[in-house]
Nanobody
């Protein structure tokens, strides 16, 4: 079973920067896609940012676009998300996600793997 371990959450102040790291039990090169999601209290999990296998394509949620960066740290074999200029609305549980696509016959499966989540609290 593939495991993803997040680190970097905690309590921060408005305007500070957040850096989250995710280290999978398998090399990040095994994943077809990786990303960060967050879940607000009482809400469904939503995408924050994602990155393609080769790192060439990234997608950001509107709320963090322009102040966040997702990238793969190949030397450390980790996935990193940095969010600058934090807002109180960024408070949530953040989850690392990895996708491995497999083919069985003509069917294609997206196998999703999740970390346990790390709590981020932003206060003023």
């Amino acid at each position: 079973q593939i495991q993803l371990a997040e680190s970097g959450g905690g309590s921060l102040q408005v305007g500070e920067s957040l850096t989250l790291s995710c280290q999978p039990s398998r090399s990040i090169s095994n994943f077809d896609e990786m990303g960060w999601y967050r879940q607000f209290a009482g809400k469904q999990r939503e995408l924050v940012a994602s990155i393609s296998r080769d790192g060439g394509n990234t997608v950001y949620d509107y709320d963090v676009k322009g102040r966040s960066t997702i990238y793969k740290h190949n030397f450390n074999d980790t996935l990193v998300l940095k969010i600058d200029n934090l807002k109180s609305e960024d408070s949530a549980v953040y989850y690392c996600n990895g996708v491995i696509v497999t083919n069985k016959g003509w069917q294609r499966y997206r196998n999703n793997y999740w970390g346990q989540g790390t709590l981020v609290t932003v206060s003023s």
